[in-house]
């Protein structure tokens, strides 16, 4: 009987010790949301920590849509509209997300209104 709890506890342990493991890249991403979303409401804005957070996420690996997207926000924060189209439109590719792609929409329609003026 003793035996079958120490493989099932065994087996707990093993399940637990797989999924709360977490890559580095993954680390740093979150580590890097984090920071952007305390960047992005101070006030005035740091343009300076804004290079220094994109530089970071342009560290990361680029094939996933999340570094991309954030790369779009701290560049639309920029005023730098053209790099962020191009930063979410190459998350869109990655996924399909509805965020992602009304995220693409609104800064395409803004391109747009910016052109005809």
Known sequence: MSTKYFILLFMIFIQLFYVSCKSD??????????????????????SN????????????NN???TVLYYLSEISQLQ??????????SEAYKLSRA???YQKKEKIKIFL???ELL
């Open 49 to 60: 920590k804004l290079e220094k957070l994109k530089l970071k996420l342009e560290q990361i």
């Open 98 to 100: 509805d965020s992602i």
């Open 112 to 114: 747009l209104k910016k």
């Open 25 to 46: 890249n993954q680390l740093l991403l979150e580590a890097c949301i984090d920071e952007f979303e305390y960047i992005r409401y101070q006030n005035p804005l740091q």
């Open 63 to 65: 094939n996933n849509s």
């Open 79 to 88: 005023n730098k509209f053209q790099e962020a189209y191009q930063f979410i």
